[in-house]
């Protein structure tokens, strides 16, 4: 692999020891994935930022490394909202442990945003390359912005966070984005709602697998695509997908449409992902919820009192950007947490059956949170939590 001579120089421990080490993590994935030589990143978004995930090893592990990030790094949800975690009902055992991730990252220089949507809180641009980790983020960055990541794991990610570049192979690479599977529903106007994505991206995630597949027919918005995304990633390995004519790439003139099959999606098999089971929680915000989202769940519950546990997750920035509209949500008793999300926080293992809006969250739960999981449509949640 070509390294310039500062990677080369980094990778020989001028520049200490940490460093080296991330170089050489970063020249040994290159050279499996046959890389040619290393690309700077726009930013960083590391994984593998909850004690949940990443337990005592790999916070010993964290606590070791000395050297600061070169580029602009948020992490992952942890496992609890660092103001609100008695609230949350975190034990405090683990609350002290989480403390000890972040403070480890924090002296990394990551800014302790700990979010699944960074593209909310800064400007992500079309054909930035970049080194991010967790799979719904890696799959809107990808195909609803158009910048340039492989779906990194939570080393690899740090690594180039700290070095400031990542191997050049998979999808940094223009020719590698081309679709290899064409989708299609036999009755597109049907799926209209966010969780309806969900539910075509957990049923598609599975039929993709890793390849690329091409949507025709649908017309989703961008919380629709952050929701079809991270369900395919979650029951798939889908890190970039393309809806004709709406996501980015689908629109250039070297698009190549042309796919060697094309599978399709009945709405029957949709629909059987909805279910009617009685829950004992509701949590929206898989992916963290955007501003609009959230001004939609407050609509539906104005005037409401939750009569279940109703947890809401968005990024700190989406939050203290939108009081108002989190007040209007709190005042039903439904509450609002930042950092932190349905999946990788403990709060919810105390509960049997949990309703989400979310087909990643449905694929998720049940093994990481030991529950039945249930999806409905924000208006369904509020419904049953409000019932
Ligand atoms: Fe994000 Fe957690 Fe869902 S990381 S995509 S909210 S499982």
């Known amino acids: 692999m070509f390294l310039e001579s500062e990677e080369q120089q980094i990778l020989n421990g001028e520049f200490g020891e940490t460093r080296q080490q991330m170089m050489e993590l970063l020249v040994g994935l290159g050279t499996v994935f046959g890389a040619e030589r290393l690309v700077p990143i726009a930013s960083a978004q590391v994984s593998g930022a909850s004690y949940k995930t990443i337990g005592r090893w790999g916070l ?63 400007n992500t641009h079309y054909g930035e390359h970049l080194a991010w980790a967790e799979s719904s983020a890696v799959a809107y960055a990808n195909s609803v912005i158009g910048a340039r990541t492989n779906r990194e794991g939570g080393p690899g990610a740090l690594a180039a966070a700290i ?9 940094h690479i223009f020719k590698n984005r081309q679709p290899s599977i064409g989708i299609a529903v036999d009755d597109p106007a049907a799926i209209k709602d966010a969780a309806d994505y969900g539910a075509l991206g957990y049923v598609a995630g599975k039929i993709v697998g890793n390849r690329i597949p091409l949507f025709s027919g649908i017309r989703p918005n961008r919380d ?15 890190a970039l997908y393309h809806v ?43 992916p963290h919820l955007s501003p609009a989202e959230m001004e939609t769940l407050a609509g539906l519950l104005e005037g409401k009192k939750v009569k279940k546990p109703f947890f809401v997750f968005a990024a700190r920035g989406v939050i203290a950007g939108n009081r108002a509209a989190v007040e209007r949500i709190e005042r039903s008793g439904a509450r609002v947490y930042a950092d932190t999300c349905v999946v990788v926080s403990p709060a919810l293992d105390r509960f049997d059956a949990i309703m989400v809006n979310s087909g990643k969250a449905l694929a998720y739960v049940p093994t990481m949170c030991g529950a039945v999981a249930r999806i409905g449509t924000m208006e369904e949640c509020v419904a049953v939590a409000t019932a």
């Open 60 to 122: 010993e592990w964290l606590q070791g490394l000395d050297a600061r990030v070169a580029v602009p790094t948020v992490l992952n949800p942890i496992g609890m909202d660092r103001d609100r975690w008695r609230e949350m009902g975190v034990p405090e055992e683990f609350a002290g442990k989480q403390e000890a991730v972040i403070d480890a990252y924090e002296r990394l220089g990551i800014r302790l945003e700990c979010t699944c949507t960074p593209y909310y809180l800064s």
């Open 163 to 171: 070095v400031g570049r990542t191997p050049y192979y998979g999808l």
């Open 224 to 238: 629709h695509l952050k929701a079809l995304g991270a369900a395919m990633a979650a029951t798939g390995a889908v």
């Open 244 to 286: 004709a004519g709406i996501t980015p790439e689908s629109r250039l003139p070297t698009f190549k449409a042309e796919v060697p099959e094309t599978v399709e999606i009945r709405m029957a098999e949709v629909r059987e992902v909805f279910s009617s089971i009685e829950v004992d929680a509701i949590a929206v915000g898989c």
